[in-house]
């Protein structure tokens, strides 16, 4: 990598200091420092230097001895301190040194303090590694019987699918990028070609789907321009109202704006017609000037006598009349002629009086399901102003998916941590002098086949709780002693956590395009749009991944796995015929929500909350009399810029452990 490509791979700007590193490094740059202007260039230099270090190797530690020798001269020549307290910084903040890499330092062998981690999932795991690292007695704790949480991997045989996470969207810029240097993770890029089907299995014409994708990208950017552009604050009678509410407002508004074009359209075509009409008469009124005027000329040439001059002027007059008369009678005919054309031109070009016929409200219902399976929730509880606040952070290059299935990640982190799974945190006691964490152990008793009550006390200097916003919702009134204070409970409350299933089915052999990653079936109706609206080819196994998104996510949960498997088969069957199509030889359901260790899939949005909601998530809380915060917070739902990812996570994670070691380890 080059420096600025390292720079942009650890998310900072290349040539300017953040806001971080500007009050970190204040002494260096501030305009009373004579050297300030080449201080902020050095410090940029040593920075993007040592990220292109380690981006370029982040299989191995990077340690200090390195850089020294590294560090071209003569830019850096006895900057030793200066280098130093830059790499330490760099090190503090996670932008180097993390994830899955070869130690060559030894770790310190006298734990600095002693940190309960909650959860296993990305979040935890990271967090409690970089623990470990920076040396610090870290013990986790997982309810499950298993590691990854919401990251997944059914294996059987020849088959994986990830019934949770299963994209990296994009690596520019992506921590993820460095794992997978780090680990085996076998990225490869998603196809975005993606045809639709309808529900009897016909492909919808290309054009046609292009043309409603346009119109579906034209309601969002006309609801994004309702939102910043104009002086609309989103609320209608007071209450905020949804992105699905305003989608179905404008769609109203665009079916008034055709019926008005329409209503218009043939106003004009009457008029047209009427004009035509009063043409026409007048056509006949001038016939029959004609007829007249050349009666009377017939008469007067029969009556003509010779060297009367008197006469011949009248006859003269009179043809000078007729002559005119004719003239008009052409003009009138042209004159009709046009009308008329223009008249068939319009009843030929009547304006659609429909703005989307039964089958385009089909593909446009898709297009939705598709976004609420990317916010895991119906459109309807999705904040107008702020469903998309992380847009503008969104990493660059394709969206890939992990071949090898996505659990070789938090197995790969896991690797020499203290974990104690089937372990559920029950109660987390904080006070001034540290945590107390009730725990309840979660295995089945195998002679009842009902859960231990088994509980053990562990007790540590700070607990890092990284349970799903989900499970936070359930059981914060009796999971935390004291209860959280009324500022974090709200935030809970507020933000939104969302539902999405998948359907894995795995046959025998291939029956659809192998080239192709995805294709859909737009829905019969719009209530049950979410329903196996999409379908993913991903793995070397014949496997298809199936959705179920939206407001089918959580109905579907009530539903057998028979009946949903061959619902979802019906679906295959109505596209690819019935004889292609045979019963899968393993089939998983996911039920997210009824899970209890996650109840639920992702955060998103909702309609009373913001992004602020996300950062109030991660504050820690600091006990009465503490001089230190004793309860820390990860998770998708903590990271404001990167919610509902496993990216998000992670960083969530790495962010906790620089709070801890800035709390018990202290300031570099
Ligand atoms: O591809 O990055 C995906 N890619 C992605 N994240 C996904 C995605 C979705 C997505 C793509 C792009 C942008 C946004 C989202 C699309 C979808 O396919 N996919 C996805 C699909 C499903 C079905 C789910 C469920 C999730 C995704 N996600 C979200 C990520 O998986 C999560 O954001 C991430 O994995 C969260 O990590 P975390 O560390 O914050 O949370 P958990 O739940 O993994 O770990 C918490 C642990 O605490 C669990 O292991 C749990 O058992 C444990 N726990 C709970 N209560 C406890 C407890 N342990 C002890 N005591 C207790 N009382």
């Known amino acids: 990598a080059d420096l600025e490509m390292a720079a942009t791979a650890s998310r ?58 590294k560090i071209d001269p003569p830019l850096a020549k006895n900057e030793n301190i200066l280098i130093l307290r830059i790499f330490k910084y760099l090190e503090r903040y996670n932008y180097i040194n993390y994830g899955v890499f070869k130690r060559i330092t030894p770790l310190t062998s006298m734990p600095l303090a002693k940190v309960i981690v909650i959860g296993a999932g990305i979040a935890g795991l990271t967090a409690a590694r970089q623990l470990r690292e920076f040396g610090f007695r870290v013990v986790l704790y997982e309810a499950r019987d298993r590691i990854g949480g919401r990251i997944a991997t059914f294996r059987k045989g020849q088959y994986v699918a990830d019934m949770g996470a299963m994209v990296v969207t994009g690596l520019g810029g992506n921590p993820l990028a460095i794992l997978s240097k780090q680990i085996s993770l076998d990225l490869v890029k998603v196809k975005q070609k993606c045809p639709l089907y309808d529900t009897n299995g016909r492909m919808i014409q290309k054009d046609r789907d292009e043309i409603i994708e346009k119109e579906f990208n034209k309601l969002l950017e006309a609801t994004s321009y309702l939102t910043h552009n104009l002086d609309f604050d989103c609320k209608i009678d007071n209450k905020a109202i949804s992105l699905g509410d ?94 008329q054309k223009k008249m068939t031109a ?127 919702k359930e059981k914060k009134p ?30 025998d052999k291939i029956f659809w395009d192998p080239h192709l990653n995805l294709f859909g079936q737009v829905p019969l109706m719009t209530k049950s749009r979410g329903e196996s609206f999409l379908f993913w080819n991903l793995y070397k196994a014949p496997v298809l991944l199936s959705l179920v998104a939206g407001e089918s996510a959580s109905l579907m949960e009530n539903v057998s796995d028979d009946i949903v498997i061959s619902r979802c088969i019906a679906v295959l069957r109505a596209i690819f015929g019935n004889n292609q199509v045979p019963q899968p030889r393993e089939a998983v359901v996911t039920r997210w929500k009824s899970d209890p260790w996650s109840r639920g899939s992702y955060s998103f949005v909702s309609v009373d909350s913001s992004g602020s909601d996300y950062d109030i998530l991660a504050e820690a809380i600091t006990p009465k009399n503490s001089s230190v915060p004793r309860v820390f917070f990860a998770g998708e739902h903590t990271i404001r810029n990167y919610p509902a990812t496993v990216h998000g996570a992670l960083l969530s994670g790495l962010r906790e452990s620089t709070k801890i070691a800035d709390a018990f380890i202290g300031g570099l």
Not at 29 to 52: A, C, D, G, P
Not at 295 to 313: P, R, T
Not at 481 to 493: E, F, G, I, Q, T
Request: aromatic share 8%; net charge negative.
């Open 478 to 507: 009796t999971l935390f002693d004291p209860a959280l204070p009324k500022w974090k409970s709200d935030a809970v409350d507020r933000l939104g956590f969302g539902n999405l299933n998948k359907i894995i089915l795995c046959f």
């Open 246 to 339: 305003a989608l179905e407002i404008l769609i109203k508004l665009q079916e008034k704006f055709v019926k008005k074009k329409q209503i218009e359209h043939y106003a004009k075509l009457i008029g047209e017609q009427e004009k035509f009409k009063s043409m026409s008469d007048k056509l006949f009124e001038v016939k029959n000037k004609i007829k007249l005027l050349s009666h009377n000329l017939e008469s007067l040439e029969e009556q003509k006598i010779k060297g009367d001059c008197v006469h011949e002027f009248e006859i003269l007059c009179a043809k000078r009349e007729l002559k005119l008369k004719c003239q008009e009678f052409n003009d009138i005919t042209v004159c009709l002629e046009e009308m």
């Open 12 to 69: 900072l700007p290349f040539e300017k200091m953040t806001l971080e590193e500007a009050q970190f490094f204040e002494d260096l740059i501030n305009e009373e420092n004579k050297n300030h202007i080449r201080n902020y260039k050095l410090f940029l230099y040593i920075r993007n230097k040592i990220l292109q270090m380690w981006v370029d190797n982040p299989k191995v530690q990077l340690v200090i001895e390195d850089i020294l020798n």
């Open 346 to 472: 319009m009843e030929e070009n009547q304006p659609c009086g429909v703005y989307l016929n039964i089958a385009d409200r089909q593909v446009l219902d898709w297009h939705f399901a598709n976004l609420e399976f990317a916010n895991a929730t119906p459109l309807s509880k999705l904040s107008l102003k702020h469903w998309d606040q992380d847009d503008e952070f969104e990493f660059t290059g394709p969206h890939m998916t992990v071949r090898n299935g996505y659990s070789c990640l938090p197995i790969a982190l896991s690797e020499g941590l203290d974990i104690r799974l089937a372990s559920a945190a029950k109660c987390i006691k904080y006070t001034e002098s540290g945590v107390e964490v009730e725990i309840e152990s979660t295995k089945p008793c195998a002679s009842l086949n009902i859960k231990t009550a088994k509980t053990e006390v562990e007790k540590a200097d700070a607990v890092l709780v990284t349970i799903p916003l989900g499970c936070l």
